[in-house]
């Protein structure tokens, strides 16, 4: 069974930096699009980034130039760099892959269980 472990959310004041990283755990086969989500309160669900498996990246346009997400795909890890952080960055981060459950098969979406990311002086 994969799972998403997500870590390095927390509290930064407003202009600071936080680093996010989501490594997939288990038995699968390859792994497609990776990307990040979030979900501020009385908000829906939305996209922040996504990183193909050759590294070519999307980005919202409420983050582009301040966030920066990349993969290690030897490590079946993806990361999230969050600099220049504002308050209405505050969210639940939720990390996303494409990942074929054994080679073969087809591809499903996985979710990570979610870190929380407060800016907030």
């Known amino acids: 069974q994969v799972q998403l472990v997500e870590s390095g959310g927390g509290l930064v004041q407003p202009g600071g930096s936080l680093r996010l990283s989501c490594t997939a755990s288990g038995r699968f086969g390859n792994i497609a699009d990776m990307g990040w989500y979030r979900q501020a309160p009385g908000k829906e669900r939305e996209l922040v980034a996504t990183?193909?498996?050759?590294?070519?990246?999307n980005y919202a346009d409420s983050v582009k130039g301040r966030f920066t997400i990349s993969r290690d795909n030897a490590k079946n890890t993806v990361y999230l760099q969050m600099n220049s952080l504002k308050p209405e960055d505050t969210a639940v981060y939720y990390c996303?892959?494409?990942?074929?459950?054994?080679?073969?098969?087809?591809?499903?979406?996985?979710w990570g269980q979610g870190t929380q990311v407060t800016v907030s002086s």
């Open positions: 996303n892959a494409q990942i074929q459950p054994f080679y073969g098969a087809k591809y499903i979406q996985k």
């Open positions: 990183v193909t498996r050759p590294g070519t990246t």
